[in-house]
């Protein structure tokens, strides 16, 4: 059964840090591109981070390139996204992502973990 867990979440004031992980099980973690969203009220999900198989491609939104960055370690089945300088527009419930398409494909999404920017 394919599993992803999200931690890391809390209050933060603007321009402080936050390191989001997520744990995978379920899946041969280091065969898959992994990704992070985040849905704030009223909004549609937005991809926040994705990353390759083996971490060396990497692609942010146009709202966190500079500021946030994606990372996985293969060897415990781990992403992580590091939140820098953070905004108020920033809070949201962040989501991991997994996807396989065609022979055993499946669609997996984390329950979240709550991001929020107080001034």
């Known amino acids: 059964q394919v599993q992803l867990v999200e931690s890391g979440g809390g209050l933060v004031q603007p321009g402080g840090s936050l390191r989001l992980s997520c744990s995978a099980s379920?899946?041969?973690?280091?065969?898959?591109?992994m990704s992070w969203y985040r849905q704030a009220p009223g909004k549609e999900r937005e991809l926040v981070a994705i990353i390759s198989e083996l971490g060396d491609n990497t692609n942010y939104g146009d709202s966190v390139k500079g500021r946030f960055t994606i990372s996985r370690d293969n060897a415990i089945d781990t992403v992580y996204l590091q939140m820098n300088s953070l905004k108020p527009e920033d809070s949201a419930v962040y989501y991991c992502?997994?996807?396989?398409?065609?022979?055993?494909?499946?669609?997996?999404w984390g329950p979240g973990t709550q991001v929020t920017v107080f001034s």
């Open positions: 379920g899946f041969i973690f280091s065969s898959l591109p």
């Open positions: 992502h997994a996807e396989r398409r065609g022979w055993g494909q499946f669609n997996a």
